[in-house]
């Protein structure tokens, strides 16, 4: 998917690896889960592959070395095409460490489930913020990145409210007893 990321973001205008990797961390993490490190492996792979082309731009006035300009090449722009026309995966996947670890949060210490959630919507809160900034320059950039902004937006309501619900949930829980997994009780936490 990162190869596609990539393309598709060239296809808009030529960007530095820097630039194309923020772009990627910001806008791209709400639709699948984002191996940073495999950002720049892969903007040398589709160089080599002929899809990508790299000039070296030397900075103004400044000491170092040249910085690295990436742009889409033909081939790549047929090969983005094919992968745009294809039919995309049917099954919805949704891949946060966060979720699988709330999933288990009845094994582990109650209190610090609790600090785990608030540690979440704050993440959560923080998002929305970017993505209600953002939403306002994607409506220049045509309906389908505005839609998709939307979505983004949307997902960080729906969880900002389901980790809410689930915080007061586990607050209120008066009885101090819960089902445990394994089928034994185990005590729930009572602030």
């Known amino acids: 998917m990162i190869k596609y990321a990539i393309l598709g973001l060239l296809h808009y205008k030529n960007m530095h690896g820097y630039r194309i990797k923020k ?25 080599q592959d002929g899809l990508i082309r790299m000039t070296q731009i030397l900075q103004n006035d400044e000491k170092g070395p040249p910085r690295k300009l990436y742009s889409i090449t033909e081939k790549g722009k047929k090969d983005f095409a094919a992968w745009l026309h294809a039919s995309p995966e049917k099954s919805m996947l949704l891949r946060d460490p966060f979720l699988m670890r709330f999933v288990f949060f009845g094994f582990g210490d109650p209190e610090r489930a609790l600090e785990l959630i608030d540690e979440q919507i704050a993440l959560y809160e923080q998002q929305m913020e970017r993505r209600r900034r953002n939403l306002k320059k994607w409506k220049k950039s045509g309906g ?48």
Do not use: C
Not at 24 to 43: A, D, K, R, T, V
């Open 144 to 191: 389908y990145v505005r839609l998709m902004g939307e979505l983004g937006v949307s997902l960080n309501e729906m969880f900002l409210q389901w980790l809410n619900r689930a915080r007061s949930e586990i607050l209120k829980d008066k009885t101090g007893e819960t089902s445990h997994p394994s089928g034994t009780q185990k005590r729930s936490i009572a602030r």
């Open 23 to 47: 772009h990627i961390e910001q806008n791209f993490g709400h639709m699948w889960s984002i191996n940073y490190g495999q950002i720049y492996p892969n903007l040398k792979k589709l160089e």
